[in-house]
């Protein structure tokens, strides 16, 4: 059964079985209301996102359903939502965070690894911080500097943070309610060019784990691995070279702290090539990662370097230059070529 969700009307817990066809802002609404629904302590802050639903209206008719004292419009003010935040956590409750836009997490960014992601250390153990901060992240919205950053390494770097970003409906619906069940703080980057996007959304069935990467396109020539919108461009890649006779094995990561190294190393194992995608600048980034990793762990299968795609080091441009900065399919097939040509 496939059926389509009015926009805008928040879904009610007994029609939530079965296959909807949803966009990723429409799944996450859905997974707060499950999340809500089943746990009282659940509630939500942050700018704009009572009676507006938010700039991308993912907590629309939240509001109307829960009420004003469990869906919060916070000061604009993100070192306080998040301070505010470890404090309830401290009393039982589990706060979800939006940060508006992904630039504008850095004034929080104290409270977030230094007190948040160590809080639970501190106490050895004994003190929970089930806080999930939701930040909408990356370009491909015409829109400028703050409003289209990958910070997601920055996180990641961070002993005592889950952090990690779905690519479909699907996941955004099951992810977002394992994040808030989760004792630990998770940082939730939701790529915001795909919240239109619409997919199928088993409500029944979550699939993998939170923190379990996923090949999402089986091949045998090269092993390209991403995250968040940076799927669907591999995937448009993946495409591509299928056209022109070769075969490329896609890997959502899903998880970027912990990464689930598995999927990966048995691909580049098969496939002896690895190519890395990303939005964020290259340097000192999850993509680095994973290129040193695969190379402990699978040296002697590569047949060729890894390579890595990334935008370049230099802050987001004016918008008009985003389709120049941010790596796409053409990107993606020119380190393909690379790797092929050794």
């Known amino acids: 059964m496939t059926v389509e969700t009015v926009a805008g009307a928040p879904a009610e817990a007994d029609e939530l079985r079965g296959v909807h066809t949803l966009s990723m802002a429409k799944a996450i609404n859905a997974g707060l209301a499950e999340a809500m629904r089943n746990d009282p302590k659940v509630l939500l802050m942050g700018e704009d996102i009572g009676a507006l639903g938010g700039v991308f209206r993912v907590t629309e008719g939240l509001l109307a359903e829960f009420g004003d004292r469990r869906v919060l419009d916070s000061p604009l003010a993100e070192s306080g939502i998040v301070g505010t935040a470890i404090g309830m956590a401290m009393r039982g409750y589990r706060p979800v965070l939006e940060i508006q836009f992904d630039g504008f997490i850095f004034p929080a960014f104290d409270q977030i690894t230094t007190q948040l992601a160590r ?181 002697y299968s590569l047949e060729a370097p890894v390579l890595r795609v990334s935008s370049f080091d230099t802050p987001f441009p004016p918008a008009a230059l985003e389709s120049e900065y941010l790596p796409s399919a053409d990107r993606v097939l020119e380190a393909v070529d690379r790797s092929l040509a050794y």
């Open 119 to 299: 809080m639970n250390l501190r106490h050895d153990g004994g003190m929970p911080m089930p806080v999930v901060i939701r930040v909408p992240y990356g370009g491909h919205i015409g829109s400028i500097e703050h409003h289209q950053e990958s910070p997601e390494a920055y996180f990641a770097h961070t002993p005592g943070l889950r952090v990690v970003s779905p690519s479909s409906p699907h996941d955004a619906y099951w992810m977002i309610q394992e994040a808030i069940a989760s004792n630990d703080p998770v940082l939730f980057f939701e790529p915001k060019s795909r919240y239109w996007p619409k997919g199928p959304v088993d409500h029944d069935h979550a699939g993998l784990p939170l923190h379990a990467s996923r090949v999402v396109r089986r091949g045998d020539d090269v092993t390209v691995v991403g995250h968040g919108a940076m799927i669907a461009t591999l995937l448009q890649a993946a495409d591509i070279a299928a056209e022109e006779g070769r075969s490329l094995e896609v890997v959502d990561l899903r998880s970027l702290s912990p990464i689930d190294f598995g999927p990966i190393v048995d691909s580049v194992q098969r496939t002896g090539r690895l190519v890395v995608a990303q939005e964020a600048y290259g340097f000192v980034s999850v993509g680095s990662e994973i290129a040193a990793t695969v190379a402990e762990r699978a040296f």
